[in-house]
Every structure is written in structure tokens, then in C-alpha cells.
């Protein structure tokens, strides 16, 4: 049977602790699309989950040849939206880590800081434009819908800071990370 479970996350972490969470309750994802999760029936605690951004689209030649390698030891790949994929390994064939050296992880976080980073950026700039052409078409030609532009400015900076709050603890963890990794060398 299928469940299709609607939610959002902006932390990775949680996401796959919760994925985690629904195979110990019986339900193993088959599909992902924008915040819409769907899992089928399957024994309790079949799988273990984790979830990758990579530095390529699936369908890129080094992306494919990753996901090939990952498939070749026992890792399906359950799920792709933009450039994460949603992974899985049998339970049974006990731990499932993609990170074992300190490193990579720290790549791995990096990689989505500078996601996060780009699309914090992306925000200000075109509000900033934004109320910036407002401004300018208000007071050169008092144009009342100049306000829209002003508005939609304000919105999207403040969803700039939005994407700068949900980066802090990705932010934390790197600088974490690599105190730990100087500490270790």
C-alpha cells in the first residue's frame, strides 16, 4: 500500500532521521518530489537511509559512475531531486555510512553551505533590484504600482535571511568539523 506523506525540511539531518524513523514504523520510501514523500509497506526496519548532495546532477557522467559504485556495494538509490539523492541499504547488512573520514564530511557540508549560500544571495540581490526599480518608478513617475516592486523587494530579502538562519547550523558544523580534523593531524 502506498502512504504519501507531505513535509518540509531545511535540515538534511532531521529528514533522514525521520526516514529512518518510518522504516522502524514498517514504510520504506520509493519516491520523493518537492516536500511529497511516498513510502510503501515492508518489514520494520528494512532500511537505513541517507541522503547526499552531490557535486553534479544524477545524471551526470561522475555522478552516474558514483551512484554505479554505490550499487555495486549493496547502496540503491531510491530517489533524485535537483542534485540530492535519497539512499538506501539494507538494515541487515549492518552500518551504512557514506562518510567515514572527516574530509569528505566536511565536503559534504560545504557543498551544501554553498548551496544554501547561493540561493541566500540570489534573494537579497533580486529584492534589492526589486525595491530598487520600486523606488526609482515611484518617484520618476508616481507610479502606484512601483509599491508591488517594493513589497516583493522586502519579501524576498527577508527570505534571504530566512536561507541565512537555515544555513547557521550547516555553518557550525564545518567550523566543528574542522577543528576537529586539525586536532586529529
Not at 549493496?74 to 567515514?100: H, M, N, Q
Request: proline share 2%.
Amino acid at each position: 500500500m502506498k502512504h504519501v506523506i507531505r513535509k518540509l525540511f531545511w535540515d538534511f539531518e532531521k529528514e533522514e532521521q525521520w526516514l529512518n524513523e518510518m522504516s522502524t514504523k514498517g514504510l520504506a520510501l520509493s519516491s520523493y518530489s518537492w516536500c511529497k514523500y511516498v513510502f510503501t509497506d515492508s518489514p520494520k526496519n528494512e532500511y537505513t537511509y541517507r541522503i547526499e548532495l552531490l557535486d553534479n546532477v544524477p545524471t551526470h557522467p561522475e555522478s552516474m559512475a558514483y551512484l554505479k559504485f554505490l550499487e555495486e556495494n549493496g547502496v540503491e538509490c531510491v530517489s533524485s531531486y535537483v542534485r540530492w539523492i535519497y539512499l538506501r541499504k539494507k538494515s541487515s547488512e549492518g552500518a551504512f555510512d557514506i562518510y567515514t573520514d572527516l574530509e569528505s564530511k566536511i565536503k559534504h557540508f560545504k557543498r551544501i553551505n554553498t548551496l544554501w549560500n547561493s540561493v541566500m544571495w540570489l534573494e537579497f540581490i533580486v529584492g534589492l533590484a526589486n525595491i530598487l526599480i520600486g523606488l526609482t518608478n515611484y518617484f520618476t513617475s508616481s507610479n502606484s504600482i512601483s509599491l508591488v516592486n517594493v513589497i516583493l523587494g522586502g519579501l524576498l530579502i527577508l527570505l534571504g535571511l530566512v536561507f541565512f538562519r537555515a544555513g547557521a547550523p550547516i555553518r557550525k558544523k564545518i567550523k566543528k568539523l574542522q577543528q576537529e580534523n586539525l586536532i586529529r593531524e
